[in-house]
């Protein structure tokens, strides 16, 4: 199993930008976002395929938020950007896709979560 580390949720108003960062101990073939607020159903957000480099993005965050990775292809950024109370959840880092699409969430590993809450 892929060990996973994410950093980098906070507190924001909106309007602000945070940058999520996840560090898998080792590389994979897609990593990707999802969030999760208390008492709904979690939501895809963005992934990136390590081989390559192609990225997919919820309708929600399509062009404010940026899935990137870096050369290693061990680390991957969500840099959120525009943010609004919509956007306050617990992020999760997901890597290793099993099969089908990345919004089915079939990932082999998961990462404990990072909060983010964006003000009004």
């Known amino acids: 199993q892929v060990q996973l580390v994410e950093s980098g949720g906070g507190s924001v108003q909106a309007g602000g930008s945070l940058r999520l960062s996840c560090t898998a101990s080792k590389v994979t073939n897609c990593m990707a976002w999802f969030r999760r607020v208390p008492g709904k159903e979690r939501e895809p957000v963005a992934a990136?395929?390590?081989?390559?480099?192609?990225?997919f993005y919820a309708d929600s965050v399509y062009g404010r938020f940026t899935i990137s990775q870096d050369n290693a292809k061990t680390t991957v950024y969500l840099q959120m950007n525009s943010l609004e109370p919509e956007d306050t959840a617990m992020y999760y880092c997901?890597?290793?896709?099993?099969?089908?699409?990345?919004?089915?969430?079939?990932?082999?590993?998961w990462g404990q979560g990072t909060q983010v809450t964006v003000s009004s």
């Open positions: 997901a890597a290793e896709l099993y099969a089908g699409s990345w919004r089915d969430a079939d990932f082999g590993s």
């Open positions: 990136i395929l390590s081989g390559g480099g192609n990225t």
